[in-house]
C-alpha cells in the first residue's frame, strides 16, 4: 500500500465515530427567506426521511417546493440510506439525465436528450452539462470529475438550460453536489463500512470517515476521508490476432495478459473545510479537496469473445488525479448579501490503451495491397517487417481557476435581484502517443522513435460573463422573472498532431514510394510535412518547390514536439489558432401559487455552449450551439405534507448542434450538425406514511433531428452525402426512464429495523446518431448505428435489510439482484473497428454488508 494510501486509512481509523449529517429541514410549504449557514446544523436529530429540502439552485437559500424550475435533490438521509457513493449510483435517481462512460473517470453527461453521441474528447467539444462541488465549476472536458459521495449534504438536478446563472457549460442542465459544512456546535465524527462480492468477480471494500471540530466559538474544521477498492468482473482471455502477408506473416498471443477480474478500481482521498466567522456579518470557508483514481483493465466487454470477456493485447490503465483549492466568502453590505467563491482545480491523468483493433481493421481495410506490412511500412531499421500491434499512452494535464462574485437584494422584499461577474480559464496540455514497438525511425515521429502517430497541443479556453436576474411579486401569490447573461468566449488550440517524415523521400519531388515512404502513413497531409517553416509556408510547400528546407517554427507552449503544424504562422512564429464569439442568453419565468401547497410555473429559457477548434487543421472551426426552452411545471405538496408531487413538460430546440465523431483515419472530428427538437414529461412523487416512505420518479423524452445530418456542415443537395436524415431520433437517452424506492422501518426494542428496495427501469436508445458513411480504405457504405449496435432496454432493483440502535448501524444488500446485463455505453476503438463493437455493462449482481457508527 503507498504512503498516501497508508496515511489515509491511518486517518480513517483515528477518526471519532460520527452520526450521519440529515438534509437541512423546514416547515412545509414556508417560504424563501434567506438562510444564513450559521442557521442551518449540518447535523440533525435523525429521522427516516429528508425533510423539505433547502437548495440554492437560483443563488439563495430556498425551500425545494418554492423554487419554480425541474430540480431534483437527493437530501443527506436518502444518499446515506441507498449507499450512494459515485456518479453512476446518484444518476440512476435522475430520470432526466444521461451518460456514456467507456471507464472510470472519462464519462460525459446528457440531460433532457441533448447528445450527440460523440462527445467527450480532449479536443472536443465543451461539456454540455455544468457540474458544480458547491459553488466552484468542476466541469471538465473529457469526463466529468467523478466525486466521491460522502458526507454531502445534498445533490441538487437542475434540468433545462440554465445559462443565465450558471453559463457556459449548463447549456442543457446542471449538477451541484453540496457538501456538509463545518459546524461550530460541536465535536462530532463518523466512520462507515462495507464489504461486497460481485457475482463471477472479485471482492470489493470500502471505508469512509468524517470528524467534525469546532476550534472556539467562530471557527470549525470538517475533514472527510475514504478508500474505495470496486472489484473487477471482465475477463481478459486468450486470443490471437494474425496479419499480412499470410501465408508467412505474423501472429500473435495475448498470453501475457490474460487475467480474471481484469477491470478492479482503487478510489481514494479527502476533503477538508474550514468555516471561519470573520465577524457576525462574514464568513470564510477554505476547502480543498484531493482523490486519486486507479483502474486496471478494460471496462467494456466484446460479446463475440464471451460474456463480460476480452482479449487484449497490451497493458492497460487509468490513473486519475485531480486537487482543488477553493475559497467561499459570504456576507453582507448593509442588507444585501454579497457571496465570492473562486477556485483552482488541477487534474492530471495518465493511461495506457490497447490499440490492437486499430491494427486489425487497418491490415483488413488495405489486405489487397499487403496491408500494413506493405502499404503502411510497418518495419523495424533493418527493413524487416515488425508485429504492428499499436498502444497509446495519453496524458492530460487540465487546469482550471474560476472566480464569481455576486450579490443578492433582500429575499423577503417584492423585488428580488442577484447579480454578478463571472470569469474562467480552463487549460489542457494533451499527449496522445501512439506506439508500434521496434518502429524503425524513419517511419517514426521526427524524435519519437517507435511513436507511429503523434498528437501534442494545448487547449486553452476562456470566458467572461455578467449575469443578472430580477424577481417582482406582483401580486402575493403571482411573480415574474427575467434574467440575462452577457458572455464571451475565447478559445485556442496550439501543437501538433499527425505522422513523421522522412526527409529524403517525398513523393511531390515525382520519386515513386520505396521502402521508406513519405511518412509512416503514406500521406502528406498530417504529421510534419503540414509544419510551419521559417519565411512562411510549410514543409510541404517548401519541399515541393524544391532547394534548401527552412528551419521548423515552434511553441514554447505545447513542450517537446517535432513542430508546430496546428496554429497561425507568420512566417517568424506560430499563435494559437482561436476562436471567440460573444453574446446573451436569458430566461422569463412566471410563478403562480393559487395556494400555500400549490406551484405553477412557465419558463422560457436559452442556454449555450462555446465554440472552437478543430484539433485537425484542414477542418474549419465549429460555432457556438444554443439551446432554447419552453417549459411549464407544477409543485404540489398534498396530504398535510405527506405528499410531494412536482413535474414539468417542455419543448427544447437545439440549433445547429456541435456534432462529433470518428472521422477519415479515426480522426475525431467536430462540426455543427442539424437543428433538433425536444419534447419531454418528468415526474417525480414523495410519500411518506409513518414508518413507510415512497418515492418514484420518471422522465419521458422525444428528441429528434430537424433536419438532415451531412458528412460536411452545409448539405450538397444531392442526397449523398446525408449521413442521418431528418427526424432520426437522438442517440444515448432513453425515450423512457423512471426508478422507485421504498422503505419501511419499524420499532425492535430500542433499535430500528428496516427493509428497504429500488427499482431502476430505462428503455433502449441508439449508440449513434450517423446511418450511413463511406468506410475509409473500401468506400463502402456502413451503418455505424446498427454496427455499434442499440443500448438494449434494462430493469435492475436493489434490495437491503439492516438495523439501527444507538450509534451504530449494520446492513445486508443486494444491487442489480437478477443480475441484469444493462449497457450503459457502445463504441468501436476506430472508425473503421465496426468489426468488435464493445458494450460497457453496469456491475453484475453484487452482494454485501455495511456498517456504521458514530458519536
Same mark, same amino acid.
Given at each position: 500500500?503507498?504512503?498516501?494510501?497508508?496515511?489515509?486509512?491511518?486517518?480513517?481509523?483515528?477518526?471519532?465515530?460520527?452520526?450521519? @449529517?440529515?438534509?437541512?429541514?423546514?416547515?412545509?410549504?414556508?417560504?424563501? +427567506?434567506?438562510?444564513?449557514?450559521?442557521?442551518?446544523?449540518?447535523?440533525?436529530?435523525?429521522?427516516?426521511?429528508?425533510?423539505?429540502?433547502?437548495?440554492?439552485?437560483?443563488?439563495?437559500?430556498?425551500?425545494?417546493?418554492?423554487?419554480?424550475?425541474?430540480?431534483?435533490?437527493?437530501?443527506?438521509?436518502?444518499?446515506?440510506?441507498?449507499?450512494?457513493?459515485?456518479?453512476?449510483?446518484?444518476?440512476?435517481?435522475?430520470?432526466?439525465?444521461?451518460?456514456?462512460?467507456?471507464?472510470?473517470?472519462?464519462?460525459?453527461?446528457?440531460?433532457?436528450?441533448?447528445?450527440?453521441?460523440?462527445?467527450?474528447?480532449?479536443?472536443?467539444?465543451?461539456?454540455?452539462?455544468?457540474?458544480?462541488?458547491?459553488?466552484?465549476?468542476?466541469?471538465?472536458?473529457?469526463?466529468?470529475?467523478?466525486?466521491?459521495?460522502?458526507?454531502?449534504?445534498?445533490?441538487?438536478?437542475?434540468?433545462?438550460? &440554465?445559462?443565465?446563472?450558471?453559463?457556459?457549460?449548463?447549456?442543457?442542465?446542471?449538477? $451541484?453536489?453540496?457538501?456538509?459544512?463545518?459546524?461550530?456546535?460541536?465535536?462530532?465524527? %463518523?466512520?462507515?463500512?462495507?464489504?461486497?462480492?460481485?457475482?463471477?468477480?472479485?471482492?470489493? =471494500?470500502?471505508?469512509?470517515?468524517?470528524?467534525?471540530? /469546532?476550534?472556539?466559538?467562530?471557527?470549525?474544521?470538517?475533514?472527510?476521508?475514504?478508500?474505495?477498492?470496486?472489484?473487477?468482473?471482465? #475477463?481478459?482471455?486468450?486470443?490471437?490476432?494474425?496479419?499480412?502477408?499470410?501465408?508467412? +506473416?505474423?501472429?500473435?498471443?495475448?498470453?501475457?495478459?490474460?487475467?480474471?477480474?481484469?477491470?478492479?478500481?482503487?478510489? *481514494?482521498? +479527502?476533503?477538508?473545510?474550514?468555516?471561519?466567522?470573520?465577524?457576525?456579518?462574514?464568513?470564510?470557508?477554505?476547502?480543498?479537496?484531493?482523490?486519486? &483514481?486507479?483502474?486496471?483493465?478494460?471496462?467494456?466487454?466484446?460479446?463475440?469473445?464471451?460474456?463480460?470477456?476480452?482479449?487484449?493485447?497490451?497493458?492497460?490503465?487509468?490513473?486519475?488525479?485531480?486537487?482543488?483549492?477553493?475559497?467561499?466568502?459570504?456576507?453582507?453590505?448593509?442588507?444585501?448579501?454579497?457571496?465570492?467563491?473562486?477556485?483552482?482545480?488541477?487534474?492530471?491523468?495518465?493511461?495506457?490503451?490497447?490499440?490492437?483493433?486499430?491494427?486489425?481493421?487497418?491490415?483488413?481495410?488495405?489486405?489487397?495491397?499487403?496491408?500494413?506490412?506493405?502499404?503502411?511500412?510497418?518495419?523495424?531499421?533493418?527493413?524487416?517487417?515488425?508485429? /504492428?500491434?499499436?498502444?497509446?499512452?495519453?496524458?492530460?494535464?487540465?487546469?482550471?481557476?474560476?472566480?464569481?462574485?455576486?450579490?443578492?437584494?433582500?429575499?423577503?422584499?417584492?423585488?428580488?435581484?442577484?447579480?454578478?461577474?463571472?470569469?474562467?480559464?480552463?487549460?489542457?496540455?494533451?499527449?496522445?502517443?501512439?506506439?508500434?514497438?521496434?518502429?524503425?525511425?524513419?517511419?517514426?515521429?521526427?524524435?519519437?522513435?517507435?511513436?507511429?502517430?503523434? !498528437?501534442?497541443?494545448?487547449?486553452?479556453?476562456?470566458?467572461?460573463?455578467?449575469?443578472?436576474?430580477?424577481?417582482?411579486?406582483?401580486?402575493?401569490?403571482?411573480?415574474?422573472?427575467?434574467?440575462?447573461?452577457?458572455?464571451?468566449?475565447?478559445?485556442?488550440?496550439?501543437?501538433?498532431?499527425?505522422?513523421?517524415?522522412?526527409?529524403?523521400?517525398?513523393?511531390?519531388?515525382?520519386?515513386?514510394?520505396?521502402?521508406?515512404?513519405?511518412?509512416?502513413?503514406?500521406?502528406?497531409?498530417?504529421?510534419?510535412?503540414?509544419?510551419?517553416?521559417?519565411?512562411?509556408?510549410?514543409?510541404?510547400?517548401?519541399?515541393?518547390?524544391?532547394?534548401?528546407?527552412?528551419?521548423?517554427?515552434?511553441?514554447?507552449?505545447?513542450?517537446?514536439?517535432?513542430?508546430?503544424?496546428?496554429?497561425?504562422?507568420?512566417?517568424?512564429?506560430?499563435?494559437?489558432?482561436?476562436?471567440?464569439? &460573444?453574446?446573451?442568453?436569458?430566461?422569463?419565468?412566471?410563478?403562480?401559487?393559487? !395556494?400555500?401547497?400549490?406551484?405553477?410555473?412557465?419558463?422560457?429559457?436559452?442556454?449555450?455552449?462555446?465554440?472552437?477548434?478543430?484539433? $485537425?487543421?484542414?477542418?474549419?472551426?465549429?460555432?457556438?450551439?444554443?439551446?432554447?426552452?419552453?417549459?411549464?411545471?407544477?409543485?404540489?405538496?398534498?396530504?398535510?405534507?405527506?405528499? %410531494? =408531487?412536482?413535474?414539468?413538460?417542455?419543448?427544447?430546440?437545439?440549433?445547429?448542434?456541435?456534432?462529433?465523431?470518428?472521422?477519415?483515419?479515426?480522426?475525431?472530428?467536430?462540426?455543427?450538425?442539424? #437543428?433538433?427538437?425536444?419534447?419531454?414529461?418528468?415526474?417525480?412523487?414523495?410519500?411518506?406514511?409513518?414508518?413507510? !416512505?415512497?418515492?418514484?420518479?420518471?422522465? *419521458?423524452?422525444?428528441?429528434?433531428?430537424?433536419?438532415?445530418?451531412?458528412?460536411?456542415? !452545409?448539405?450538397?443537395?444531392? +442526397?449523398?452525402?446525408?449521413?442521418?436524415?431528418?427526424?432520426?431520433?437522438?442517440?444515448?437517452?432513453?425515450?423512457?426512464?423512471?426508478?422507485?424506492?421504498?422503505?419501511?422501518?419499524?420499532?425492535?426494542?430500542?433499535?430500528? @429495523?428496516?427493509?428497504?428496495?429500488?427499482?431502476?427501469?430505462?428503455?433502449? @436508445?441508439?449508440?449513434?446518431?450517423?446511418?450511413?458513411?463511406?468506410?475509409?480504405?473500401?468506400?463502402?457504405?456502413? #451503418?455505424?448505428?446498427?454496427?455499434?449496435?442499440?443500448?438494449?432496454?434494462?430493469?435492475?432493483?436493489?434490495? @437491503?435489510?439492516?438495523?439501527?440502535?444507538?450509534? *451504530?448501524?449494520?446492513?445486508?444488500?443486494?444491487?442489480?439482484?437478477?443480475?441484469?446485463?444493462?449497457?450503459?455505453?457502445?463504441?468501436?476503438?476506430?472508425?473503421?473497428?465496426?468489426?468488435?463493437?464493445?458494450?460497457?455493462?453496469?456491475?453484475?449482481?453484487?452482494?454485501?454488508?455495511?456498517?456504521?457508527?458514530?458519536?
Amino acid at each position: 500500500m503507498g504512503f498516501k494510501r497508508r496515511v489515509l486509512v491511518q486517518l480513517l481509523a483515528s477518526a471519532t465515530i460520527a452520526g450521519p @449529517a440529515f438534509a437541512q429541514e423546514v416547515p412545509a410549504g414556508s417560504g424563501s +427567506g434567506q438562510t444564513t449557514q450559521a442557521d442551518v446544523p449540518s447535523q440533525q436529530a435523525p429521522s427516516d426521511v429528508d425533510g423539505d429540502i433547502i437548495v440554492t439552485a437560483q443563488k439563495r437559500d430556498e425551500n425545494i417546493q418554492n423554487v419554480p424550475i425541474s430540480i431534483q435533490a437527493i437530501g443527506t438521509r436518502r444518499l446515506d440510506q441507498l449507499n450512494v457513493s459515485n456518479f453512476t449510483e446518484y444518476t440512476q435517481l435522475l430520470p432526466s439525465v444521461a451518460f456514456q462512460s467507456s471507464q472510470p473517470g472519462v464519462t460525459t453527461v446528457y440531460m433532457r436528450g441533448v447528445a450527440s453521441g460523440g462527445d467527450g474528447n480532449h479536443s472536443g467539444s465543451l461539456p454540455s452539462v455544468g457540474t458544480y462541488l458547491d459553488e466552484q465549476p468542476v466541469t471538465t472536458i473529457g469526463g466529468t470529475l467523478d466525486v466521491h459521495i460522502y458526507d454531502i449534504a445534498r445533490i441538487e438536478s437542475l434540468a433545462g438550460p &440554465q445559462g443565465t446563472l450558471y453559463g457556459a457549460s449548463s447549456q442543457a442542465g446542471t449538477i $451541484r453536489i453540496i457538501t456538509n459544512k463545518p459546524d461550530t456546535a460541536g465535536f462530532y465524527g %463518523r466512520v462507515d463500512g462495507e464489504v461486497n462480492s460481485v457475482k463471477a468477480g472479485g471482492i470489493g =471494500f470500502t471505508t469512509e470517515g468524517m470528524v467534525n471540530i /469546532p476550534l472556539g466559538e467562530r471557527a470549525a474544521l470538517r475533514v472527510v476521508g475514504f478508500y474505495q477498492r470496486d472489484a473487477g468482473f471482465i #475477463d481478459n482471455v486468450p486470443g490471437t490476432r494474425s496479419f499480412l502477408p499470410q501465408p508467412g +506473416g505474423i501472429t500473435v498471443d495475448n498470453d501475457d495478459f490474460v487475467e480474471k477480474d481484469y477491470n478492479d478500481t482503487e478510489t *481514494y482521498g +479527502g476533503r477538508a473545510a474550514l468555516k471561519i466567522d470573520l465577524d457576525d456579518s462574514w464568513t470564510a470557508t477554505p476547502t480543498l479537496l484531493y482523490q486519486e &483514481q486507479r483502474s486496471h483493465g478494460a471496462y467494456a466487454f466484446d460479446a463475440q469473445v464471451g460474456d463480460l470477456q476480452v482479449q487484449r493485447f497490451y497493458p492497460e490503465f487509468r490513473r486519475d488525479r485531480f486537487a482543488q483549492a477553493a475559497l467561499t466568502i459570504e456576507g453582507q453590505l448593509g442588507n444585501w448579501d454579497v457571496t465570492y467563491a473562486g477556485a483552482l482545480l488541477d487534474r492530471k491523468a495518465l493511461q495506457s490503451s490497447d490499440y490492437t483493433d486499430y491494427s486489425e481493421a487497418y491490415d483488413n481495410l488495405y489486405s489487397s495491397v499487403g496491408g500494413l506490412a506493405g502499404y503502411f511500412y510497418y518495419q523495424d531499421n533493418a527493413g524487416n517487417t515488425i508485429d /504492428p500491434r499499436q498502444r497509446v499512452i495519453g496524458r492530460d494535464h487540465f487546469k482550471k481557476l474560476s472566480q464569481e462574485v455576486r450579490v443578492a437584494s433582500p429575499a423577503d422584499e417584492p423585488f428580488r435581484l442577484v447579480a454578478g461577474a463571472f470569469y474562467q480559464r480552463q487549460s489542457n496540455l494533451i499527449f496522445q502517443d501512439y506506439q508500434i514497438p521496434n518502429l524503425g525511425t524513419d517511419v517514426s515521429v521526427n524524435g519519437y522513435p517507435g511513436t507511429l502517430w503523434l !498528437t501534442r497541443q494545448h487547449r486553452v479556453d476562456k470566458d467572461y460573463a455578467m449575469f443578472g436576474e430580477a424577481s417582482l411579486d406582483l401580486t402575493p401569490r403571482f411573480t415574474i422573472t427575467a434574467g440575462v447573461r452577457g458572455f464571451i468566449y475565447d478559445n485556442s488550440l496550439v501543437g501538433f498532431f499527425g505522422f513523421g517524415r522522412n526527409p529524403g523521400v517525398d513523393p511531390d519531388d515525382g520519386r515513386p514510394f520505396t521502402a521508406t515512404p513519405f511518412n509512416a502513413a503514406g500521406s502528406s497531409r498530417t504529421g510534419v510535412a503540414g509544419c510551419y517553416v521559417a519565411g512562411g509556408g510549410t514543409l510541404r510547400d517548401a519541399v515541393g518547390g524544391g532547394g534548401a528546407i527552412p528551419a521548423f517554427l515552434t511553441n514554447g507552449d505545447v513542450g517537446a514536439i517535432p513542430c508546430v503544424n496546428l496554429g497561425v504562422s507568420n512566417g517568424v512564429a506560430v499563435q494559437p489558432k482561436s476562436a471567440d464569439g &460573444q453574446g446573451v442568453t436569458y430566461r422569463f419565468n412566471a410563478t403562480w401559487k393559487p !395556494t400555500d401547497d400549490v406551484l405553477l410555473y412557465g419558463t422560457w429559457s436559452r442556454g449555450f455552449r462555446p465554440g472552437g477548434i478543430n484539433r $485537425r487543421g484542414d477542418v474549419p472551426d465549429y460555432d457556438a450551439d444554443f439551446l432554447t426552452n419552453y417549459e411549464l411545471g407544477w409543485k404540489t405538496t398534498l396530504a398535510g405534507g405527506a405528499l %410531494r =408531487f412536482n413535474g414539468a413538460v417542455y419543448q427544447q430546440n437545439w440549433d445547429q448542434f456541435q456534432f462529433s465523431f470518428l472521422g477519415e483515419n479515426s480522426f475525431t472530428v467536430i462540426q455543427n450538425g442539424p #437543428d433538433a427538437r425536444i419534447r419531454g414529461v418528468e415526474m417525480d412523487a414523495n410519500l411518506t406514511a409513518g414508518g413507510f !416512505t415512497l418515492g418514484a420518479s420518471g422522465a *419521458y423524452t422525444d428528441a429528434v433531428t430537424r433536419t438532415d445530418l451531412c458528412a460536411t456542415v !452545409t448539405c450538397d443537395g444531392s +442526397g449523398d452525402d446525408v449521413v442521418s436524415r431528418s427526424g432520426t431520433r437522438l442517440p444515448i437517452t432513453p425515450r423512457f426512464k423512471a426508478s422507485a424506492t421504498a422503505r419501511y422501518t419499524v420499532p425492535v426494542g430500542a433499535a430500528k @429495523a428496516y427493509v428497504q428496495g429500488l427499482v431502476a427501469h430505462q428503455s433502449s @436508445a441508439a449508440s449513434d446518431i450517423r446511418r450511413r458513411v463511406v468506410e475509409t480504405g473500401t468506400g463502402r457504405l456502413v #451503418d455505424p448505428a446498427q454496427e455499434i449496435g442499440r443500448l438494449p432496454a434494462f430493469t435492475t432493483a436493489n434490495v @437491503a435489510l439492516g438495523m439501527e440502535w444507538g450509534n *451504530y448501524t449494520l446492513e445486508v444488500f443486494a444491487r442489480n439482484v437478477t443480475d441484469e446485463r444493462g449497457q450503459i455505453a457502445r463504441f468501436v476503438q476506430c472508425g473503421s473497428c465496426y468489426q468488435r463493437p464493445y458494450a460497457v455493462p453496469i456491475t453484475p449482481r453484487l452482494i454485501g454488508i455495511r456498517g456504521g457508527a458514530k458519536f
